[in-house]
């Protein structure tokens, strides 16, 4: 779960992951503490959301969505990600293009975003549930 202002209308919203539906939710916020009803984009049939971070990852001024995702595992019941998307937010609390990044690490678990190269983009850093160990994403977007 995560929030930001994501149709620019002042308000906080709140987005989520919804790991047994397959998609992730953006509930509008009012400004007075209610939220409108769920607009979801849908990740896929394969794939679960495991954990989400908000950005301005292509420098439009809306806000986009990454997390990590993986294929689901009955034995386990639970899911082995290996990679990580990004949702270009559409600036009404949906998202259109959707980018998906392979990973080396086994079990991406985790992610956050800040500037971590000082160029002014946001990158990704995501950790390994297995190993210990993370990986940073640098945003090589020509776009902003």
Same mark, same amino acid.
């Given at each position: 779960?995560?929030? %930001? ?7 906080? =919203?709140?987005? !989520? #992951?919804?790991?047994? %539906?397959?998609?992730?939710?953006? +509930? @509008?916020?009012?400004? =007075?503490?209610? +939220? ?5 984009t ?7 959301? %495991?954990?989400? #971070?908000?950005g301005?990852?292509? *420098? =439009? *001024?809306?806000?986009?969505? #990454?997390? !990590? /995702? ?8 639970? &899911?082995?990600?290996? &990679? ?11 998202? *259109? ?14 992610? !956050?975003?800040?500037?971590?190269? *000082?160029?002014?983009? @946001?990158? @990704?850093a995501? &950790?390994?549930? !297995?190993?210990?160990?993370? &990986?940073?994403? @640098?945003?090589? /977007?020509?776009? /902003?």
């Amino acid at each position: 779960m995560d929030v %930001n202002d994501f149709n620019g209308d002042g308000y906080i =919203d709140i987005v !989520v #992951a919804n790991q047994g %539906n397959y998609n992730i939710g953006v +509930f @509008l916020g009012k400004g =007075d503490g209610n +939220f409108g009803t769920q607009i979801t984009t849908m990740i896929g049939h394969t794939t679960i959301v %495991n954990q989400i #971070a908000v950005g301005d990852f292509n *420098g =439009d *001024g809306k806000m986009d969505v #990454a997390g !990590v /995702c993986g294929l689901e595992t009955a034995l386990l019941l639970s &899911s082995i990600s290996t &990679s990580v998307f990004v949702f270009v937010g559409c600036g009404n609390g949906s998202f *259109g293009q959707q980018m998906t990044f392979d990973t080396e690490l086994v079990y991406v678990d985790y992610v !956050v975003t800040n500037d971590f190269n *000082g160029d002014g983009r @946001l990158d @990704l850093a995501i &950790s390994n549930l !297995v190993g210990g160990n993370f &990986s940073i994403l @640098l945003n090589t /977007c020509t776009c /902003c």
